[in-house]
């Protein structure tokens, strides 16, 4: 690090930081460096939507790449994050060409994280702000330009998931994870990408613990309201959804409170993903549309292809369905927005994303 910040500094850095919500940023964690040896001054998590990103943050008094070169800057990780009172117009491009980001007491701000890029520039302090001593923002002309991308987009969502349900296949080949998620090898590759340079996964490592944890929630909490939405294929009542058949066997996951293990004695909805769906199958289980009671039977289109080959081994026909991956049901259990669900949800949870587990 620069040097060891004082309290003062370490206040001026937390105010500097959250100044960054008038561009949508906000903090999800700030912990402090115990030490001054340690290279960095904090280590914060930065968010916008669902776009995650932790840095290192780095008080550097001189904002300049001479300033900063005797710093580890490059880190697949955890990038750095310089913050200074000012940065100069010069300094400003040649940080930018190297990558390195940096927020300043104007406002001045280069981030790109994930599908976010934020590039303010030309903010100086006014003439009676100089003499006052105080960096505030000035209401100047500034480029601002922010990536409308969602990183949890319905297809990126499914690359997405086959990361959380197989943590191996982040060091797979690109056309591997592209036919276990059911995308394109043009979409894998992009959500590959942009995970790597957020540092949400490494390529040539398994999904670690943490990466599991930082990428699960913002994904299972866009689930419902994007990818969720387009696999279902029909919504039904039934008298008794705990009983499902088929006439023939049938590639079939149980999802939500329905599915195995999650600690319902007596589900009160079904969720079922298939890979084709036959109409007869909703008169053989008794299934009906009836506009005066509401759904609890929710069918919905398998678009994962297991990379073990369970599918293929794992169905019983007769013998029933098997679970959906532990993710899915996560995120399903998630998606009824039921108050009794949400500790079952929790603890599904915590029995699959152990230390050592993923």
Do not use: C
Request: glycine letters at 6%; zero cysteines; charged letters at 25%.
């Amino acid at each position: 690090m620069a040097s060891e910040v004082n309290s003062l500094e370490r206040n001026w850095l937390e105010e500097t930081l959250h100044s960054l919500s008038d561009v949508g940023i906000s903090i999800s964690s700030l912990s402090w460096a115990d030490a001054p040896d340690q290279g960095f001054d904090a280590i914060v998590m930065l968010v916008r939507n669902d776009n995650l990103q932790r840095y290192r943050v780095v008080y550097a008094p001189s904002l300049t790449y001479a300033g900063l070169s005797n710093l580890r800057l490059y880190d697949e990780q955890t990038p750095v994050l310089a913050i200074g009172e000012r940065i100069t117009e010069r300094s400003a491009t040649s940080l930018r060409d190297l990558r390195i980001q940096y927020v300043d007491g104007l406002g001045n701000t280069y981030l790109e994280f994930g599908d976010v890029y934020i590039d303010i520039r030309g903010r100086r302090a006014s003439i009676r702000d100089r003499e006052r001593g105080v960096a505030l923002r000035p209401a100047s002309e500034s480029q601002l330009r922010v990536a409308p991308r969602n990183l949890f987009s319905p297809r990126r969502s499914q690359v997405i998931f086959a990361l959380l349900s197989w943590p191996h296949l982040a060091m797979a080949r690109v056309q591997d994870v592209a036919t276990v998620a059911g995308v394109s090898l043009g979409q894998a590759h992009n959500v590959l990408a942009l995970l790597d340079d957020a540092g949400l996964i490494y390529r040539g490592s398994p999904l670690r613990h943490r990466q599991t944890l930082d990428l699960l929630e913002p994904w299972a909490a866009e689930y419902s309201r994007g990818l969720r939405r387009k696999l279902v294929i029909a919504t039904f009542h039934s008298d008794d959804p705990t009983v499902i058949g088929f006439r023939q066997p049938q590639e079939a996951y149980l999802s939500g409170e329905s599915a195995d293990g999650v600690g319902i004695y007596r589900p009160a909805t079904l969720t079922v993903y298939l890979d084709h769906y036959d109409r007869k199958m909703a008169f053989d289980n008794r299934w009906r549309n009836d506009p005066e009671r509401s759904p609890n039977v929710t069918v919905l289109q398998q678009f994962w292809r297991d990379p073990e080959g369970g599918q293929k081994d794992d169905h019983r026909g007769a013998g029933g369905p098997s679970n959906a991956p532990w993710p899915l049901v996560y995120a399903d259990l998630l998606a009824a927005n039921d108050p009794r669900l949400a500790q079952v949800a929790a603890t599904w949870r915590d029995q699959n994303v152990q230390p050592g587990k993923v």
